[in-house]
């Protein structure tokens, strides 16, 4: 890591532990993701389009997946037939990521 992104990461650090973050304007408030300035008119549109239907991209769906199994592998016995399978439908799902991501 470089000395700037060291004692940028520090200060942020220190900000936090010092409350200066807290009293932000929309603090505690979801961020609108609609509004990004690198993202195309027409895509923005399908965006929004697709999350007032509630579907979900498959990518954000498989990463949800993803979250919610390691979530259930920390609760099961280690030697554990369920356990195992948990494992193999984790694994499955990080390999179709990363397929996905290298035909991108």
Known sequence: MLLFEILAEQRIRDAIANGEFDNLPGAGQPIDFEDELFVSPEQRMVSRILKRAGL??????????????????????EDDAQTENKRRELTYLLLKVEEERGFS
């Open 56 to 77: 979900v991209p498959s990518d954000v769906s498989m990463r949800q997946a993803i979250a919610r199994l390691r979530e259930e592998i920390k609760q099961l016995p």
